[in-house]
């Protein structure tokens, strides 16, 4: 079956460091991928996509995340970290094509100033 | 205006209650989920409809129904509410095809008392 892993459910950051949050998929084709945001008391927000192609996609609020097949992973990057950008992040795969998402249990992030 | 609606936002009831909650889109898109996110669980799907006639079941649909009254209109149901269904509830849409983004109105905060 399908699944998705986040292994960190929390991480602080200081305002201005770097931030990687870690996406693990288990899925035997090639999976669509996703991240969410969800700021606190909102519906979630795509922050960007994977479905082929070039395996470094860019997102919304200077985000990244790179695919990587050999490890089955779909981390997401910032360059440095805003106070806005204090949220929970969901990793999602699409199960089987059909627009039916499976997510992580998702990473808090919080940013000290 | 929002473009995917949710009510109540917020609802607390007693265990054995039937509850429905609602959800009304704008975007024109046939698909629409409804999922629930439990602390460290992340959303697991309940229930997705691809058009009016369509409605499947998802990883969890146990105690639940919905019914999609319209293009627009998808509501869910707890016939017999218990404490355990206690979660906050999104409701989402997307187009029709799996590179569509999935679009969520801002969640039911159900408490079961």
């Known amino acids: 079956a399908q699944s998705v892993t986040q292994p960190d459910i929390h991480i602080t950051v200081s305002e201005g460091a770097s931030l990687e949050l870690r996406c693990n998929y288990s899925y035997g084709a090639t999976p669509y991928l996703f991240w969410y945001v969800q700021s606190p008391g909102q519906g979630l927000q795509l922050l960007l996509k994977?479905?082929?192609?070039?395996?470094l996609v860019q997102g919304i609020k200077g985000f990244e995340a790179e695919f990587k097949r050999s490890q089955s992973s779909f981390n997401l990057r910032k360059p440095s970290v805003h106070w806005s950008d204090a949220a929970e992040y969901f990793c999602?795969?699409?199960?089987?094509?059909?627009?039916?998402?499976?997510f992580g249990a998702g990473t808090r992030l919080a940013v000290h100033p | 205006d929002a473009d995917v609606t949710q009510t109540p936002r917020n609802r607390i009831t007693k265990t054995g209650k039937r509850i429905m909650l609602e959800c009304s889109q704008t975007k024109g898109h046939d698909r629409m989920y409804w999922y629930r996110q439990d602390p460290g669980l992340g959303l697991r799907l309940i229930y997705y409809s691809f058009d009016v006639k369509d409605i499947n079941k998802g990883e969890i649909s146990d105690g639940y129904s919905v019914s999609r009254q319209a293009q627009a209109k998808f509501s869910l149901s707890l016939e017999s509410a218990i404490p355990n269904q206690t979660a906050l509830y999104f409701c989402?849409?997307?187009?029709?095809?799996?590179?569509?983004?999935?679009?969520f109105g801002p969640g039911t905060r159900l408490t079961v008392l």
């Open positions: 989402a849409t997307s187009g029709d095809s799996s590179y569509n983004e999935q679009f």
């Open positions: 994977y479905f082929s192609g070039d395996t």
């Open positions: 999602a795969v699409d199960s089987g094509g059909y627009n039916k998402l499976i």
